[in-house]
T-cell receptor, first 114, second 110 residues
């Protein structure tokens, strides 16, 4: 029974490149959440998706950031034209329904922008 | 918005008890969570308090006082594997939006 799988674990990009972060939720979970953790700060909510729908993207920057959760395949968090300030750990969580009880988190992707 | 305060670091010896305090200011929340996060790993759920009072789960207990804007996590019989960051977390009125504190790094020494 695999948990939430995120890849890659570490991603290095140069300024201006694109970053794609992938998240496969736990089996049977149709709700995915992305959080970002900046150094020395708490995790911050970015976006909540269900299959093929963005439910709440209020925590996601308006520019350069996008997220999707297609009918087939993992959820993708995409960051275009990365800047140094995007360097952070990006965590994905999933749940079987829209609830904050026992969100199951992945191990995160550490993005480093050079 | 929500403001969550917890100590940055705590150190204790193996077998001891440590209490991590958390104070918060918020316009409203459903419940308060504590998560454990080892370095480079996923946050894992420890406890959830909706009502005031103490919730006990094995070596870990969590307390909530809504009137005082205060919670604590109590770790008993500390083990080396308990060295981790502990995140005080508020569950907002939108159930999926968790607000995390910056975490308290607990170091357990032999």
């Amino acid at each position: 029974n695999a948990g939430v799988m995120q890849n890659p674990r570490h991603l290095v990009r140069r300024r201006g490149q694109e970053a794609r972060l992938r998240c496969s939720p736990m089996k049977g979970h149709s709700h995915v959440y992305w959080y970002r953790q900046l150094p020395e700060e708490g995790l911050k909510f970015m976006v909540y998706l269900q299959k093929e729908n963005i439910i709440d993207e209020s925590g996601m920057p308006k520019e350069r950031f996008s997220a999707e959760f297609p009918k087939e395949g993992p959820s993708i968090l995409r960051i275009q034209q990365v800047v140094r300030g995007d360097s952070a750990a990006y965590f994905c969580a999933s749940s079987p329904q829209s609830t904050n009880e026992k969100l199951f988190f992945g191990s995160g992707t550490q993005l480093s922008v050079l | 918005g929500q403001n969550i305060d917890q100590p940055t670091e705590m150190t204790a010896t193996e077998g001891a008890i440590v209490q991590i305090n958390c104070t918060y200011q918020t316009s409203g929340f459903n419940g308060l969570f504590w998560y454990q996060q080892h370095a480079g790993e996923a946050p894992t759920f420890l406890s959830y308090n909706v009502l005031d009072g103490l919730e006990e789960k094995g070596r870990f207990s969590s307390f909530l006082s809504r009137s005082k804007g205060y919670s604590y996590l109590l770790l008993k019989e500390l083990q080396m594997k308990d060295s981790a960051s502990y995140l005080c977390t508020l569950g907002g009125s939108n159930d999926y939006k968790l607000s995390f504190g910056a975490g308290t790094t607990v170091t357990v020494r032999a």
